[in-house]
């Protein structure tokens, strides 16, 4: 259960939060805070996803990500609530790859997160550097354990936390759900640049975090 919001972190201007990554191969992956202008891009990525990794992301049977989730998607830090997308350039187009969300409670120093893959895009590193951002991301709100809970019989998502060294154990709510954590250790050797940015804009603002 999330704490009360903290409207300290409703964020303007969000483009300066953006991070450039390097993948195998050379590739650059853009994550990027999500945009009122992405919402109908970001209706067609869960469109595109295949029946299986749907059902993966929302839990349950969908034919596109239901309304109420879009709306929570795209108010960026209301309710401690955040919301990226991942693009790559395909033929020379931003294209949506990957997305998440993540939340934070201020009073446990807990943030829960979710994300997807493009079934194109599976296998070529852009589900690590994604997750590795969040890591980031978390860190700069104070986080100080990230987690994330998943189907038991998603293959991708646990072998994608198993390697990114997440510890796993078992869900309390609901026993179709495996839950993997992971400690926040070096929040300040985290590089990315979203961390110096929210630095400089005063996080972190959890009051337990380091302070730089």
Known sequence: MLAAPD???VLSNLGRYTDVLRLRGGRSLTVRFLELRDAEALLDYFRSLSQRSRYSRLMGAASELPPSELDKALHVGEGNRFAV??????DG???LVGEARYSFDAQSGESEFGLSIGDTWQGQGVGAALLANIECRAAALGARMLFGETLRNNEQMIGLARKSGYMFGRAPDDWRLTRFDKALHAAADIPCESWRQAARAGWPLHEDAPAH
Do not use: I, S
């Open 7 to 9: 409207h300290r972190f």
């Open 85 to 90: 997308v991942a693009e790559m350039k395909v």
């Open 93 to 95: 187009v931003d294209t």
